[in-house]
């Protein structure tokens, strides 16, 4: 699931569609995307 949120949104940030293209949603999209690594490393740290 995380997995699967990493790609959409580093997809929507690499090439944003025009209504996502402002900073301020970008910017949020990018800290989550951010978060959503970090829960992905600590899920699959002891795996």
């Not at 949120?5 to 209504?19: G, K, R, S, Y």
């Not at 301020?24 to 992905?40: D, V």
Request: proline fraction near 6%; charge should be negative; charged fraction near 10%.
């Amino acid at each position: 699931m995380v997995a699967e949120i990493i790609t959409e949104v580093t997809a929507i940030t690499t090439e944003p569609p025009p209504q996502l293209a402002s900073v301020q949603i970008l910017e949020l999209l990018n800290q989550i995307l951010y978060f959503a690594r970090l829960q992905l490393a600590f899920f699959t740290q002891g795996q």
